[in-house]
Each structure stands twice: as structure tokens, then as C-alpha cells.
């Protein structure tokens, strides 16, 4: 009986410390690096034309 309770309080603390840790906004301290277009200079697209965005995500 007492390793059923204890059982239950770690697993009570377990979920009680994995719900308070997620959160639904988070924010990283991302930097635009650059914008690149795979076209030649004089290509003309008359449709949706698609853009890499290159980004820098600080380590520290």
C-alpha cells in the first residue's frame, strides 16, 4: 500500500512538473539573415514564387 502511494505521488509530481513547463507562445530571439531567390536575374514568374528565409538563432 505504501509503494502503491508513493508510486502514485512521483507520478503525480511527474505530470504536475510536465504541465508547468509547457508553454503555448514560446519566442526565440531570432535574427533575419537573409532572403534568397533561386531565379536567374532576368526570370520573370507569373505564378507564386517561393523565398528562402535564412534565420540565426543566438546560442547564448
Do not use: K, W
Amino acid at each position: 500500500m505504501v509503494a502503491v502511494n508513493n508510486a502514485c505521488r512521483a507520478l503525480f509530481i511527474f505530470i504536475a512538473f510536465t504541465l508547468m513547463g509547457c508553454q503555448s507562445n514560446v519566442e526565440l530571439p531570432a535574427q533575419l539573415v537573409a532572403v534568397v531567390d533561386n531565379y536567374p536575374p532576368n526570370y520573370i514568374p507569373d505564378y507564386y514564387c517561393p523565398l528562402n528565409i535564412v534565420s540565426s538563432i543566438p546560442t547564448h
